[in-house]
């Protein structure tokens, strides 16, 4: 029987990598695949494939202190991922399977413990993927060593914990059955912890000592402080098992390795006895997964990646809708309620009045020298710019989820770009609000620099006035190009008819990225350059407190001209999209 | 006659009219040279097997795809050339209606009342879901509705503006016993008010009830079309008491027993 479950798997791995070898026929995922490959190889096999970095950190790594804290360090991260796993789950022993399985084994002769088999065989394909990736970001980030130890040592903790888990959720739920509810069980496990816990603290307090300044004074004192307490008393008795599972990751070289792994693979063997033999009834509850799951992947592919999970709850509209006037305000309407309650007038009020009412007397009553006011005035500053670059990456109340629905806007009555443009207001309106918010916050408080000297209020003014009246049409164009790229490469990106994932997305995306920039940059120039010569002008003319404001509104007009014809150009492009040709795999 | 209604076989001008209508994906036909006319009070029944192309050619018609050849006019207006006033006059209702997860049934009709400009959309929206019994459900979400309630709102939202041209694309499916009876009242009542319907459905017994019309599509090609009458007489001249089941086996050349 395991022999059909392993031709199912075996068979299913590699009809999904025909389709993506065949899949790079088409131009846009051979592309995608070829930067994806340098990228990874640039990023990561480079330094594996060449050792130069790996080598110079072997000796640092090598040392037995660091050693033995990475060892102690990692222990204690897989202890509380262990008790986690006793904590925190509150439903039955469940496996995950797709529904095709369930539909095909669960009626089928196939015993329980052939289940479970299966499962930890399909479980191993995405644990030596995880140890694969593990293993390069390690090294890529400074885990140095020889690649084989480090990633059989990632072998060796992915399965031991992958096993403790499914034991732990079959033994959680023959503790159900035995009447042992839920809040019993973590009342248990929390007292438990809490005693070792208890225990490990008086140890330390009479054997050692309560860290003293002298412990914390640089990081090599903090090092020794740390594991002189975990390798003694009752920490060093609950540590040793997960030292075990440990040690092989961190070994040095192959003798080592032999060494260390010989009790980690026992430790393996007996989770592997523990979880293989419970004889639980898990087929209830993973039909209730599957279908939950069914309708996360339903809901992802309807093009909701964000809410796929959630409860949809009930949102209040943000205006009344009256049903004649611009069909563009439909979309705002829809859309505002989509974002949720959190985008309200009463919000946007709240915050302004926040601004003014706290910001303003905080900033006028500031004296002297001081790092506070400053820091938030900056902090703000960046967060508004940031929100140029992640706001329309957040913020996916438009094209990229309505068009899952794309026949429905379709059939409605509207030019395309009536539809494009209101597919645009609601982010634009939102990411408006929040830089707005800001400006007001960044205003009222950046009275001073750091040295001391005062900013004058007329100043804070005219600068926020310049950037409040040009945020709206840079927020339209950071948003245009998303929502264009939507229409003209619907396959490159994401709107959820179809999840893919490999080597080529990853690459397609960053091709996208990096045109996104380029293209941002290109639509900047001229609104860039209009405001340096009209700064430059009125500032000699009538002084910068008008200048600013003056020039942004020139800039302003630009960009307003280019959104036109982008939003324009965008309805010819929803007009001649066709449904029947979009997207993808 | 079979067809529980008068047909108004001899309005000068259809309501529906297809020239020529073809549609290729790539190089595949999935529609070719399809020509027919829908007028007003008649109810057409689009057959055909799997991958016939009726989808497709419902698609078309509604302007959700474009048509890579022929013509198309919606109430005298041709949905190439003056598309937003053709599609002012249709509604489709799909195989799985299509809704927004975060509107509620009210709003979803708030929504289609603007996009329609639909002046008295209260009243109507309001009416439209007593008709429906869904007065009751105005603030539910469509993940809180079952199959048949969301199909049921798709309907309201379709109907809103009072189409004179309507597309059914297996209008039944996943509806109960009630559900159907009540979808083919609708259907009906609505051919009665005027307007010109297309259905496509694998449910032959149920078309024989409701259609006047029917074309019969193979491999995107229409193979026969008319009025319920004349193509139940044509083939019951090969066999007595011809139904429109007999008449799909026939005209596709399908076997019988691959059912």
């Known amino acids: 029987m395991i022999g059909a479950l392993l031709y199912l798997q075996v068979q299913s791995l590699r009809n999904r990598l025909r389709v993506r070898v065949r899949r790079l026929k088409k131009p846009k995922y051979l592309a995608g695949a070829l930067v994806g490959a340098a990228y990874c190889y640039f990023f990561f096999f480079r330094n594996l494939l060449a050792g130069r970095r790996g080598a110079a950190l072997v000796e640092y790594n090598s040392a037995p202190e660091t050693m033995a804290l990475f060892e102690l360090l990692g222990a204690l991260v897989l202890l509380v991922m262990v008790l986690s796993a006793w904590f925190f789950p509150h439903e039955r022993a469940a496996l995950v399977f797709s529904e095709a399985e369930m539909a095909f084994l669960f009626p089928a002769p196939v015993t329980r413990k052939t289940l479970i088999h299966f499962k930890l065989l399909r479980s191993q394909a995405a644990i030596l993927l995880t140890t694969l990736l593990l293993t390069l970001v390690t090294r890529r980030f400074g885990g140095g060593g020889t690649a084989w130890i480090r990633a059989a040592g990632w072998w060796v903790v992915l399965s031991t914990l992958n096993l403790h888990t499914l034991g732990a959720s079959f033994a959680r739920t023959r503790l159900l059955e035995h009447g042992i509810s839920n809040w019993r069980r973590r009342i248990i496990v929390l007292s438990g912890a809490a005693l070792l816990l208890l225990a490990a603290l008086l140890w330390l307090h009479h054997t050692i000592r309560p860290p003293e300044a002298s412990d914390l004074e640089s990081l090599k004192a903090i090092k020794y402080y740390v594991r002189r307490t975990l390798e003694s008393g009752p920490a060093a008795y609950v540590l040793f098992p997960f030292r075990l599972v440990v040690r092989p990751y961190l070994a040095p070289d192959g003798g080592a390795f032999l060494l260390a792994v010989v009790p980690a693979l026992a430790l393996l063997l007996a989770h592997y006895f523990w979880a293989a033999r419970s004889d639980v009834a898990f087929e209830e509850a993973s039909l209730a997964l599957a279908q939950k799951r069914a309708e996360i992947v339903a809901s992802v592919r309807a093009g909701h990646w964000h809410g796929a999970a959630a409860k949809k709850t009930k949102k209040r509209a943000p205006f009344g809708l009256r049903s004649t006037g611009s069909p563009a305000v439909a979309f705002l309407w829809k859309n505002l309620i989509s974002a949720g309650q959190a985008f309200s007038l009463r919000t946007w009020l709240f915050l302004a009045f926040f601004a003014i009412c706290v910001g303003g007397p905080i900033g006028a009553t500031q004296h002297g020298h001081g790092w506070v006011m400053p820091t938030v005035g900056i902090v703000t500053a960046i967060l508004g710019a940031y929100s140029l670059f992640l706001g329309p990456a957040i913020l996916r109340q438009d094209l990229r989820q309505d068009l899952a629905n794309a026949d429905v806007l379709k059939m409605y009555p509207l030019r395309g770009w009536q539809v494009v443009l209101g597919e645009l207001l609601a982010p634009a309106a939102i990411l408006t609000g929040v830089q707005w918010c800001l400006l007001l916050l960044s205003v009222t408080m950046f009275s001073r620099l750091p040295e001391g000297d005062t900013i004058p209020l007329a100043n804070r003014l005219s600068i926020g006035a310049g950037a409040a009246i040009i945020a709206p049409m840079l927020n339209l164009i950071s948003l245009v190009i998303p929502n264009a790229s939507v229409l003209l490469f619907p396959a490159w990106v994401q709107i959820g008819r179809e999840h893919v994932g490999g080597i080529e997305v990853i690459g397609q995306r960053l091709i996208f990225m990096l045109g996104s920039v380029l293209v941002f940059a290109f639509a900047l120039l001229p609104a860039g350059v209009l405001f340096g010569l009209v700064f430059f002008l009125a500032n000699l003319f009538v002084g910068v407190i008008v200048a600013v404001p003056l020039a942004a509104a020139v800039a302003t007009t630009v960009l307003a001209a280019e959104a036109i014809l982008a939003i324009w150009w965008m309805g010819r492009l929803f007009e001649r999209f066709d449904v029947s040709a979009e997207p993808a795999a | ?259």
Request: proline share 4%; with cysteine; glycine share 8%.
């Open chain 2, 1 to 259: 006659m079979r067809s529980i209604f008068a047909v108004n076989l001899h309005s000068p001008r259809g309501m529906i009219e297809v020239e020529s209508l073809t549609k290729l994906y790539d190089e595949f036909p999935a529609v070719t040279d399809l020509t027919f006319t829908v007028r007003p009070s008649e109810v057409m029944g689009l057959v055909g097997p799997n991958g016939a192309g009726k989808t497709t050619t419902l698609r078309c018609l509604a302007g959700i795809i474009p048509a890579t050849r022929g013509r198309v006019r919606i109430a005298g207006e041709d949905l190439a050339s003056h598309s937003i006033a053709a599609k002012r006059q249709l509604a489709f209702f799909s195989d799985e209606p299509r809704l927004f997860d975060y509107l509620t049934v009210w709003q979803h009709l708030v929504f289609t009342a603007r996009i329609y400009q639909v002046a008295d959309s209260i009243e109507t929206g309001r009416r439209l879901l007593e008709e429906l019994e869904m007065a009751d459900k105005v603030d539910l979400l469509p993940g809180e509705l079952s199959r048949g309630m969301k199909q049921k709102l798709a309907i309201a939202c379709g109907l809103l503006h009072s189409p004179k041209v309507i597309f059914f694309d297996e209008p039944l499916t996943g509806l109960d016993p009630v559900g159907i009876r009540r979808m083919k009242d609708s259907i009906l009542k609505r051919a009665r008010e005027g307007a010109a319907i297309i259905i496509s459905s694998h449910l032959l017994h149920l078309l024989e009830e409701i259609c006047s019309h029917v074309l019969i599509l193979k491999s995107g090609i229409k193979v026969i079309d008319g009025t319920m009458g004349e193509i139940l007489q044509k083939f019951s001249e090969q066999s007595r008491d011809a139904n429109l089941e007999d008449v799909f086996f026939r005209a596709t050349g399908e076997a019988r027993g691959n059912r």
